[in-house]
């Protein structure tokens, strides 16, 4: 027997629909019947799962609004073991109980839903481990009817799913057991014993214990304070109470006359603190030597104390007593710090310009006469001679013959080549000239023309108040002496190799605010030429000290040579003639201009992640031109690949929170 729902409705005066009524009957109706009907009179799209099965007999004796009516039909479900999901866009699913917390159910926030819808919702534990709390939840949630809970240690949430008035009233109680106890915060300043070695010790015996404290409560937390040498002590009562009886139970004057302490250092170096330590010991010595201090301490007041350091684990081990422990700790806390650094980037940059010019007419005679200046670089003497050994010549020799008769035989001789292609070889420029009865013109031409273009980026990095130093060249091998034995004999040359290139020596010192004050030392040297006893080496070089704000550029001068030399050398009286006097001199002109800039910019690193972007940027810069240099290829080798750095990927990627989540999640679904 079917009995459907009757359906009443109270209309306007202007004909329009104002409410609907409903009063449900049904008597062994066949469920997935029941479904279609609630789905008609609710004008909604709903979907059955095929195990959902079996009929059903319900009556209301009341009229149902449209929303009592909607819960009632979840109620019937519900009973039945069965639950609707609602899909986002607004179609409901009907399933069995057991299969929908598997569903895509809808995360809420607050109590907008109190029936049996299937929800879920993400509750944050503040006081409470949630590993803890889930296990009694898990006993009062509907676990047969979809159920389910769920606990993130890292977040300290819960996760709940279930039927909204289930769900609700489990959050209703987490809110009831999420409470804050009795925590206050105590400090108990010491007289005797160290701050951070009373922590040391307490930990050690929580830790040892390994036990929580009773009730599930947090177990209570100590700090040190050694700046004021005091214990904070936070949590519950009687564990307060517990620590601070314990703390002054073990804040007792020692029965010997000093005590002994191992200190670590994280940064700063034993060596160096010894010395600073000793001073400040001396002077605490001096500062109590009062007469009230010496009857604490005995007739003697003896106050020896003993600093020491051991390299290989980089600690001090100092025996002091309690009091002037306590200030040597005090002083090693405050140098004990991370020191910042300095990175340097210089650019230097060079540019020379030289120009030279030479022109001149030599007259020159095979008897080595003629026009007797050197035109630059060769001789005219040489050169007459040159000319005259280059010559083929006939000698006549006159022998006697067997008979008495003296015999005139005549013999050509080959010129000597050599000397004149060694004059020639060092001559420079255009040479020409020309030779007649043993008379002749040499026209000698030169034009020089010298650009220089030097650019260096040395960058340095180097912590406050230490040198750096950096080059960039060779070493070049000067003679300093000769030595000969006895006899002229085993001869031997000392030589001293010199640095030759780029250097820059730089120690920087962080003042007050961002400002860094720079003691620097900028050498540019190179190789000039050969000189008769050595080499010549040119050498600009800058010393000074400057102050820089963090960040900003300075330039340290500009060493600038400009140099104009014109010389003419000619022949008196004929080397005056107009224009035909040209014939007669040589004239040489020369520019040179030579400019030398140094640029300087500082950047303060105080901590780690400021030197990792640098050295990333960095990194990827040298990186990025062996790839340009790499997809070039390489020649005559087009299957064979240049080396290059890997890539720099040190970034930490870190899951996304479980909001983060379920929000992708809910685009996921959307799209």
């Known amino acids: ?9 109270t209309w306007l005066s202007n004909g329009q629909a104002y409410a609907a009524e409903y009063q449900p009957n049904f008597k062994n109706t066949e469920i997935t019947e029941f479904i279609n009907i609630v789905g008609k009179n609710l004008r909604k799209t709903i979907i059955v799962d095929p195990n959902v099965r079996g009929k059903i007999s319900i009556r209301s004796y009341d009229l149902l609004t449209e929303e009592q009516y909607y819960q009632f039909f979840l109620n019937v479900l519900q009973v039945y073991d069965f639950a609707v999901v609602e899909m986002p866009n607004g179609i409901l699913k009907v399933v069995r109980s057991k299969d929908a917390k598997s569903s895509n ?8 839903f109190d029936g049996d819808e299937m929800i879920t919702r993400v509750v944050p534990v503040y006081n409470v481990p949630v590993r803890e709390l889930a296990p009694i939840l898990r006993q009062l949630n509907d676990q047969q009817g979809g159920g389910n809970v769920v606990s993130h240690d890292p977040s300290n949430v819960m996760m709940l799913t279930g039927r ?3 769900v609700n009233r489990l959050v209703e109680l987490i809110e009831r057991v999420d409470q804050a106890g009795d925590e206050e915060v105590e400090v108990i300043k010491l007289k005797y014993a160290s701050a951070s070695e009373m922590v040391r010790i307490i930990e050690s015996i929580n830790n040892s214990a390994g036990k929580q404290a009773a009730g599930g409560k947090a177990p209570p937390r100590i700090v040190a304070d050694d700046r004021t040498n005091s214990v904070i002590v936070s949590g519950d009562v009687k564990a307060r109470q517990r620590l601070i009886n314990l703390i002054e139970r073990m ?10 302490r191992v200190i670590f250092l994280n940064y700063a170096k034993a060596e160096d603190l010894v010395q600073v330590l000793q001073g400040v010991s001396a002077t605490i010595q001096a500062e109590g030597q009062g007469q009230a201090q010496t009857q604490r301490r005995g007739a003697n007041g003896n106050r ?6 051991h390299e290989d684990s980089n600690s001090l081990v100092i025996t002091a007593e309690p009091d002037m422990m306590r200030s040597l700790e005090e002083v090693i806390r405050q140098l004990d710090v991370r020191r910042a650094q300095v990175q340097v980037e210089a650019i230097i940059v060079e540019v020379l310009e030289s120009d030279g010019v030479t022109l001149g007419v030599q007259w020159v005679s095979e008897d080595g006469g003629g026009t007797q200046f050197t035109n630059g670089v060769i001789p005219v003497g040489s050169l007459g001679v040159a000319l005259r050994e280059a010559e083929d010549r006939t000698v006549t020799r006159t022998t006697t013959s067997a008979n008495g008769v003296p015999v005139e035989t005549q013999e050509t001789i080959e010129g000597n080549l050599t000397p004149l292609a060694q004059l020639l070889g060092g001559a420079n420029g255009l040479i020409a000239g020309v030779i007649e009865n043993g008379w002749g013109a040499v026209v000698q031409a030169v034009s020089n023309d010298t650009n220089s273009n030097i650019l260096a980026t040395p960058h340095l990095t180097t912590m406050d108040n230490e040198e750096a130093f950096f080059i960039v060249g060779q070493e070049v091998p000067i003679i300093t002496g000769t030595t000969t034995g006895a006899n002229n004999s085993n001869p031997f040359q000392t030589v001293e190799r010199q640095e030759v290139g780029i250097k820059l020596k730089v120690t920087p010192q962080i003042n007050e605010g961002d400002a860094v004050q720079m003691t620097i030392e900028q050498e540019v040297s190179s190789v000039s030429g050969a000189t008769s006893v050595d080499i010549s080496i040119n050498k600009r070089e800058i010393k000074t000290t400057v102050i820089v704000d963090d960040g900003g550029t300075i330039v340290l001068g500009g060493l600038i040579d400009d140099d104009v030399q014109e010389s003419v050398s000619k022949v008196p009286l004929l080397g005056d003639i107009p224009i035909l006097g040209h014939l007669f001199k040589t004239t040489s002109t020369s520019k040179r201009k030579r400019n030398l800039m140094v640029f300087l910019r500082p950047t303060i690193v105080r ?8 050295s990333h940027r960095k990194y990827n810069y040298i990186r990025a031109q062996q790839l340009d240099r790499q997809s070039q290829g390489i020649p005559l080798m087009p299957y064979t690949d240049g080396p290059d750095l890997p890539a720099w990927d040190d970034k930490l990627t870190l899951p996304p929170s479980f909001e983060e989540y379920l929000l992708e999640k809910k685009k996921a679904e959307q799209n």
């Open 105 to 112: 159910i809808p995360v809420v926030e607050g109590t907008r």
């Open 607 to 614: 901590d780690g992640v400021t030197m990792n972007e640098i």
């Open 164 to 166: 909204a008035a289930v």
């Open 251 to 260: 804040d007792q004057e020692l029965e010997s006359s000093g005590n002994t």
């Open 304 to 309: 020896d104390v003993s600093i020491d350091a």
């Open 1 to 9: 027997m079917v009995s459907l729902a009757s359906l009443s409705t």
